[in-house]
């Protein structure tokens, strides 16, 4: 179901974060970049309609359509996952995709970067087929896709600038100080320079979080996906990685795929949201017409408080 945009008047207002006190670990966490929230809003204009993904057979999407889905198939035995997924993503939007656990949305996006194979249905990325692809065509496919896993995934006899350095070393000609330049400029960007010589082990929960992001973006992709980058994260650090995955979008034009439960981060990071309810994407558009769904399974996801939050917003009360 495609929700119609909204005007001005249902827009939920950002919040802006306030200040840290100076010397605080939250101050030193986000001193620099974090103390803006996406100034300019959201990157898909309001009241123009979201795109629809191309029919079957049809070939690549248009120029602009950065990630496709057309009616995706995927079923482990006798568990049908995904029953006829199809969604079209622009490039340069932050997308979430939200449903409950075990609903296939980690399988949903295993499928962009041709970690899973579709049963039926295509799947285009970058104007490509992913199933269609070589090996070596996936291969390069993958090498414009950052993928942050949920753990973060990190290496943890690898010291950060090793994380960083292992991954330069297997996919570019960079020399040494090529190398540490991109490195140290990654570092700087997720402001975290001074981790260089530490272990996963001494880092900060929210610091893994973002050690693994700056990894995953050392090769400047073009394509991020997100798998839950705030869980277990204290509401500040939530704001710290929503911060960046929206800077990514804004400096840089990367297109996003995040899957997350956590409401202040899809708050904060979507443009369009889609709902994944018995094997389709039920619901889309904005968090809050997403919110005010009338199924009942996607009203008790967000709860009646949270629905009427938007719900009071966009009445302007």
């Given at each position: ?11 939920i207002t950002?919040?802006?974060i ?20 996406r ?7 309001l ?40 969604m079209?993503?622009?490039k ?19 499928h ?5 194979r579709?049963?039926k ?6 104007g ?10 996936l ?18 006899s690898?010291?950060?600038?090793e994380q ?17 330049d ?54 500040i ?8 995955i ?10 996003s795929?995040?899957?997350?439960h956590?409401?202040l981060?899809a ?22 017409e ?8 996607i ?19």
């Amino acid at each position: 179901m495609e929700a119609a945009r909204p005007d001005d008047a249902t827009r939920i207002t950002r919040r802006p974060i306030a200040p840290d006190p100076p010397g605080s670990v939250a101050h030193e966490d986000r001193a620099g970049h974090a103390a803006t929230e996406r100034p300019t809003g959201p990157a898909w204009p309001l009241g123009k309609p979201w795109p629809e993904a191309q029919p079957l057979g049809s070939g690549p999407p248009p120029d602009d359509i950065m990630i496709e889905f057309r009616d995706l198939y995927k079923s482990f035995g006798e568990k049908h996952i995904l029953r006829g997924v199809t969604m079209a993503i622009p490039k340069g939007v932050s997308t979430v995709i939200m449903g409950g656990s075990g609903t296939g949305k980690s399988v949903t996006i295993k499928h962009v970067v041709g970690l899973l194979r579709a049963d039926k249905g295509e799947v285009w990325v970058h104007g490509e087929n992913v199933d269609e692809l070589s090996k070596d065509g996936l291969d390069q496919l993958r090498l414009k896709i950052g993928f942050l896993f949920q753990s973060g995934a990190l290496f943890d006899s690898m010291t950060v600038y090793e994380q960083m350095d292992f991954v330069l070393k297997r996919h570019t000609d960079l020399d040494a100080d090529g190398r540490k330049d991109r490195i140290m400029e990654t570092l700087e960007w997720v402001n975290l320079p001074k981790t260089t010589s530490q272990y996963p082990s001494e880092l900060s929960g929210g610091q893994r979080k973002r050690i693994g992001l700056a990894r995953s973006i050392i090769l400047q992709p073009d394509i991020m996906v997100y798998d839950e980058p705030t869980t277990g994260l204290d509401p500040i650090s939530v704001r710290v990685v929503s911060n960046l995955i929206n800077r990514l979008r804004d400096e840089r034009g990367i297109t996003s795929m995040t899957i997350t439960h956590d409401l202040l981060c899809a708050e904060m990071i979507s443009d369009h949201v889609f709902y994944l309810l018995d094997g389709v994407y039920a619901e889309s558009g904005t968090l809050a017409e997403v919110a005010q769904s009338d199924k009942p399974e996607i009203r008790e996801f967000f709860g009646d408080e949270y629905a009427m939050m938007f719900k009071t917003v966009r009445d302007g009360a």
